[in-house]
């Protein structure tokens, strides 16, 4: 008798398996369908989080698949991002570090219990992912560390010619940082309205005036 049950048990398990063979594992693109039907079923619209917030560009899209994006697809997000770029007007690129400091270490914007999602409202919550100071004792890692940005980078006046390149770089790369990397986990801090232009202005001050605690 239980030879007889362990033989049963034996071919359910093997007709089991053959019927799971005869079914084919849904595809990459049936998965990433269902997972944005997940998503879009499990969040709502509520203050000034809209369900806009979900839909991807062509980046986001790449970036997010298992296997990184073809380099024809690289070049294009990095061309397309830096072609929304808006430089600064006059070619102003610097403000204040002292209003730099308060917004790098300032997380709050952009969560539905804020009043509004105007870039006045934000802060630039750099402290998130990169250390600003050697007197901090708690920083993100995310992104390299911050201190002495200029200074390394032989910023002595942000005004010299000669620095041009890496200001006008660190502009761009505050604006939309897919411009330098496609797949950067950078805030597009202009190109998504979190930081207003002034807002860029100090937050570069911080990074490049030499009178910035960063360039001490």
Known sequence: MQKKHCTLL?????????????????????????????????????????LDRLKQDLGQQACSSAEAPA???TKQIEEEAMATVRWPKGGNYI?????????????RGMTWTDKSAAPSANGAQCYNCHQI?????SFGTIGPSLWNYGKLRGV??????????IVQYTWGKLWNSK??????????FGHAGLLDEQQLRDVMALLLDPKSPVNQ
């Open 95 to 107: 403000g204040d570090w002292r209003a730099g400091e308060k917004l790098a270490q300032n997380g």
């Open 156 to 165: 002595s006046n942000p005004a010299d010619p000669a620095s041009a390149a």
């Open 10 to 50: 034996a071919i359910l398990g093997a007709a089991a398996q053959v019927l799971g063979c005869a079914t084919p594992p849904p595809s990459p693109a049936e998965l990433d369908q269902q997972a944005m039907a997940m998503i879009k079923a499990s969040f709502r619209e509520q203050g000034i989080a809209k």
């Open 179 to 188: 411009a330098y990397s496609a797949c950067s986990n950078m805030p597009r």
């Open 71 to 73: 380099e024809a697809i």
């Open 133 to 137: 100071d050697k007197k901090e004792i």
